[in-house]
């Protein structure tokens, strides 16, 4: 795809544009052996773009993409040596090497981000910047009021890490269990199920179904889509783009509910 000139030399880490715009008007920006004019465009992926005479490497394409993994897939780049097991690189077959943010168990299924965003990967997972998680838990027995203000203070997991407190609130009956809506801002190795193992509470199904602003939506197990831009525009600057009120709460038929405040 042809771009401008400037545009281009500035994403290669030339300077601003304004910077890259001077080094066209001086005449050391060559394309194809050509000097290069002003408001020139070009395709990096095709053109010669030297500088000063040295060849200019354009940066690496960016590549946002949201998948709904299926359980039974791993959310890692490879599987180990002899693991043979499907990874979610093999479901999104796109040219270039993008990485999953984060993990999701092996057992869970839902919204999966891969990107070959470097920075927006840390923002994502580094908790300082307390990006939220949401999941829909389907749980074999319904929770009672205790277990539930348990889960939202924390729990000590079986290697002694207190969870940090959590909103979790329950959102449908299914037969004997319910669904419950949790909402992280951490993401230990299987904390869910660690966290409702420890309350009584067997976990059947965990399907995430958000992570920051960006939403699982309609996407089925395997299918996979590319982020529009105020998709990515909004996951680097949450803070222009906070929702202007908490996360629906809908209870189920003859269900309470619960209420949680941050602590």
């Given amino acids: 795809m042809e771009e401008r000139l400037q545009k281009i030399l500035a994403r290669a880490g030339l300077g601003s544009r304004r910077d890259c715009e001077e ?8 394309v194809n052996g050509n000097v290069a004019k002003i408001g020139q465009k070009a395709d990096p992926a095709v053109d010669s773009i030297a500088v000063d005479g040295r060849k200019i490497n354009p940066a690496e394409q960016l590549i946002y993409i949201a998948l709904h993994k299926p359980r039974f897939v791993l959310s890692t780049a490879e599987s180990e040596s002899g693991d043979h097991r499907k990874t979610v690189l093999d479901l999104v077959p796109v040219p270039g090497r993008i990485f999953p943010v984060g993990r999701l168990d092996f057992e869970s299924e839902g919204l999966v981000l891969m990107t070959n965003d470097g920075d927006l990967t840390q923002r994502l997972t580094h908790p ?3 990006h939220t998680k949401v999941y829909r838990v389907l749980l074999a027995k319904r929770p009672d009021e205790i ?3 348990t889960w939202r203070r924390g729990v000590v997991l079986s290697d002694g890490y207190k969870t940090q407190p959590v909103d979790v609130y329950l959102e449908a009956s299914a037969g004997k269990g319910a669904w419950v809506r949790v909402t992280m801002r ?4 299987r904390q869910i199920r660690e966290t409702a193992a420890q309350l009584g509470l067997p976990v059947v199904r965990i399907l995430r179904v958000s992570i920051g602003s960006l939403q699982l939506g309609n996407l089925k ?4 889509r590319y982020l529009t831009q105020e998709e990515i525009d909004a996951l680097k600057n949450p803070e222009k783009n906070k929702p202007r009120s908490k996360l629906p709460r809908k209870s189920g038929a003859g269900l309470t509910r619960s209420k949680f405040k941050s602590r």
């Fill in 23 to 30: 080094l066209i008007i001086s005449g050391r920006v060559r």
């Fill in 128 to 130: 300082s910047f307390g």
């Fill in 147 to 149: 277990q539930l203000s």
């Fill in 186 to 189: 951490e993401g230990r190795k």
């Fill in 221 to 224: 197990p395997g299918q996979w």
